[in-house]
């Protein structure tokens, strides 16, 4: 391994650990402590929309969610007493919503986590390479279909552990404190990727991998308009920082299987709207 390639690498490791959506920098205005005011069940939360969010959250009233609203991932969740943030009771459905506002148990590890298939910016076989099965299994095909219309697309960071996020989050608040460190980085339980089903992709030359300068690229506009053909969605789509809590990630795509995923692009909502759960923090 040559000098240059040996940088190359450490500077990916490098930006990886600092953006990875470990780069999920809240919207500067959302407090994720807000949502400590939300002590009522899911469905009373959601009726405490402020006006904006209610405007954006009213097309699901007349929109029948693929799910039954019994199977909706968030229905189920209880509120937890320490920090306002509710518990997901089903973490292991394939459309659970985890957000600032409903995070996944301390205690949850997917049963199924397997390597993708695919090419990564990095070459060792570590956690972060692991997706859930099923979601192994669509990136996997992404990535083919991807590959013969001439884009070429790479992982950069899939699977976290509870335990790495936590080590993670833990770090940034030593350096910055707790009330900076939840701006950027994502409280334990709460990030995307602890499910097994999120990742952080990239064109297979690393460059501006999870980066703000990924968007507007061939690859990201080919992800645009082809991820929910594969199951995926872009979770935190452009114009909707207030609904989701995070800025625009065109890197960081969600598998919630192919039906649910047309069908959230078609009606052009988040996981939030589709499952009336806005807002996640005000
Ligand atoms: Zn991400």
């Known amino acids: 391994m040559n000098k240059m390639t040996t940088y190359s690498l450490a500077l990916l490791v490098v930006l990886s650990i600092l953006a990875?959506?470990?780069k999920e920098e809240a919207v500067p205005s959302t407090s994720p402590t807000?949502?400590?005011?939300?002590?009522a069940t899911p469905n009373t939360a959601t009726s405490t929309t402020s006006p904006v969010t209610t405007a954006t959250a009213s097309p699901q009233t007349s929109?029948?969610?693929?799910?039954?609203p019994?199977?909706?991932?968030k229905a189920s969740s209880t509120p937890s007493k320490s920090d306002g943030l509710q518990?997901?009771?089903k973490p292991e459905s394939v459309t659970v919503l985890v957000n600032k506002q409903f995070s996944l148990p301390s205690s949850y590890e997917p049963t199924d986590l397997v390597y993708p298939d695919i090419p990564f910016t990095f070459a060792e076989k570590i956690e972060k390479r692991k997706m859930r099965s099923v979601a192994a299994e669509a990136i996997e095909k992404l990535v083919a279909g991807a590959k013969k219309d001439g884009i070429n697309i790479a992982g950069v960071s899939a699977y976290r552990s509870y335990a790495t996020q936590k080590s993670l989050f833990q770090r940034y608040v030593q350096k910055d404190g707790e009330e900076k460190a939840k701006m950027y980085s994502a409280v334990p339980g709460t990030s995307e990727h602890e499910t097994g089903l999120a990742i952080d992709v990239s064109g297979s030359d690393g460059k501006c991998a999870a980066e703000d300068c990924f968007g507007g690229t061939k690859e990201a506009?080919?992800?645009e308009k082809h991820?929910?053909?594969y199951g995926f969605v872009i979770r935190y789509p452009?114009?909707?920082?207030?609904i989701t809590g995070y800025q625009y990630e065109p890197w960081h795509i969600r598998y919630v299987g192919v039906d649910t995923a047309k069908d959230m692009v078609a009606k052009k909502m988040t996981m939030e709207e589709y499952y009336n759960a806005v807002p996640v923090s005000k």
């Not at 019994?70 to 991932?73: E, G, I, R």
């Open 221 to 223: 506009n080919w992800l």
């Open 70 to 73: 019994s199977a909706s991932p």
């Open 227 to 229: 991820v929910q053909e």
């Open 238 to 242: 452009k114009g909707k920082e207030k």
């Open 34 to 39: 807000a949502s400590a005011t939300t002590t």
């Open 87 to 89: 518990v997901i009771a």
């Open 63 to 68: 929109t029948k969610p693929v799910q039954s």
């Open 20 to 22: 990875g959506c470990g």
